[in-house]
């Protein structure tokens, strides 16, 4: 049976389920691909092989909260929320892999370190310190992306934006990483 939030894509031929900034999703449903559209955000799409489990994370600005409200909005909230959510579901952290996507320099472009360049740096230190493989990576540049990516069999595809389309995510990531956007605390299992 098909996942009822699942809608179908054209542009893959597939049912998609969209994964909003500071969100994520885990599924294991074979031909299901999870999709988001990043600017300077990050996505990282980790996974189980053995089990065909896996998510997308996607998240706005690197490192923690100060003020510790738990916003996935935040690089740390949402590795840990998506890392926790697929061990709850009996995943194993040393079968996990990655793969990790976005981190374009598209805000505060005259800054030495963009919030695009800080959070690439984030999630590839973040998986390098709890030991989970990047398969691939997609990061940096000057445009957009949209992220397609296939838990079940570790497939992903990026599309990307042109110069237009890169503008308005711009236009739209900047009140989210202004404004708070709670989300839900990790799960009973703890990374650290």
């Known amino acids: 049976m098909t996942n009822p ?8 031929n597939a049912m998609t ?14 031909d299901i691909a999870l999709v988001t559209l990043l600017g300077s955000c990050v996505a990282a799409c980790i996974r189980d092989p053995r089990l065909g489990l ?21 690089g740390v909230n949402a590795m840990e929320l998506l890392i926790n959510d697929i061990l709850r579901r009996g995943g194993k952290k040393s079968r996990l892999e990655a793969k990790v996507f976005g981190g ?8 030495s370190q963009t919030v695009g360049n800080r959070n ?20 940096g540049g000057q445009r957009g992306r949209r992220i397609f990516y296939f838990p079940s069999t570790g497939r992903a595809s990026v599309l990307m934006l042109r110069e237009t389309e890169t503008r308005r995510v711009n236009r739209n990531e900047l ?3 202004k404004t708070p956007n709670p989300a839900s605390r990790a799960g009973a299992v703890e990374l650290f």
């Open 54 to 74: 896996g998510g997308l994370n996607h998240f706005l600005l690197p490192g923690d909260d100060s003020n510790g409200d738990g916003s996935a909005r935040y």
């Open 175 to 177: 009140p989210l990483i």
């Open 120 to 139: 690439a740096s984030f999630v590839l230190e973040f998986l390098k310190r709890e030991g989970i493989p990047v398969l691939a990576q997609d990061l």
């Open 5 to 12: 939030r699942a809608v179908w894509d054209g542009k893959i």
């Open 17 to 30: 389920i969209t994964v909003l900034p500071g969100r994520h999703e885990v599924l294991s449903e074979r």
């Open 104 to 111: 374009a320099n598209v805000i505060d472009v005259n800054s």
